[in-house]
């Protein structure tokens, strides 16, 4: 059986500040972001619990590399990406 592995991007109700994150429980992490488990996280600290873009793999090494090259992305390129798969930027997570 394989295992599902997610890329994604989170955003604040603003939509001004991006974060790249790769897990294989996009449910869960997503949740923790929510919730603020880890209080000093990025993502906590910035208010990044709307999840607008995801990717799927079954294979963890390209989830990681993909989040890689994501994070490495000027921020146009993050924008484009969100627009192509989610262009009204609904929260994906609901």
């Known amino acids: 059986m394989s295992k599902n592995y997610y890329v994604y991007i989170l955003t604040n109700k603003s939509n ?33 619990d709307k999840l607008v873009y995801y990717e799927q793999t079954t294979d963890i ?13 000027k921020r146009q390129k993050k924008i484009d990406l969100i627009n192509n798969f989610n262009p009204d930027w609904k929260n994906l997570f609901l």
Do not use: M, P, W
């Open 16 to 48: 001004t500040v991006l974060y790249t994150g790769v897990t294989n429980n996009l449910e869960r992490r997503t949740n923790e972001h929510i919730y603020k488990i880890d209080k000093s996280g990025f993502a906590e600290r910035y208010n990044c």
């Open 61 to 73: 090494e390209v989830a990681i590399e993909r989040e890689k090259q994501i994070k490495k992305y």
